[in-house]
Nanobody, 126 residues
Framework: QVQLVESGGGLVQAGGSLRLSCAAS????????MGWFRQAPGKEREFVAA????????YYSDSVKGRFTVSRDNAKYTMYLQMNSLKPEDTAVYYC???????????????????WGQGTQVTVSS
């Protein structure tokens, strides 16, 4: 059974930074691509960033490219999301997710992930 636990959310002013963490347990972490998604009130859950199993490849949504950085430490079974230059429109619950299959490529589709954390709230004030 895979467990994913997000942390690091909070309230920050526009222009500020936060670093989210996603701690994993269960399946061999280093074998699976990981992703970050977010969901704002009244909106669909949307893709934010993804990283392949080794950490060599990353992919970002256009809305966060250049401001957010995804990384992972396979020895610590942890993925990170460094968020800089935050904007009020980044306000959402942020979820981490693990890919369905081992050694898969990175994906921006929710269907490619089958395990999700409980989410952490990020609020950016103007």
């Amino acid at each position: 059974q895979v467990q994913l636990v997000e942390s690091g959310g909070g309230l920050v002013q526009a222009g500020g930074s936060l670093r989210l963490s996603c701690a994993a347990s269960g399946r061999t972490f280093s074998s699976y691509a990981m992703g970050w998604f977010r969901q704002a009130p009244g909106k669909e859950r949307e893709f934010v960033a993804a990283i392949n199993w080794s950490g060599d490849f990353t992919y970002y949504s256009d809305s966060v490219k250049g401001r957010f950085t995804v990384s992972r430490d396979n020895a610590k079974y942890t993925m990170y999301l460094q968020m800089n230059s935050l904007k009020p429109e980044d306000t959402a619950v942020y979820y981490c997710a693990q890919a369905r299959t081992r050694y898969s490529g990175i994906s921006d589709s929710r269907a490619s992930y089958d395990d999700w954390g409980q989410g952490t709230q990020v609020t950016v004030s103007s």
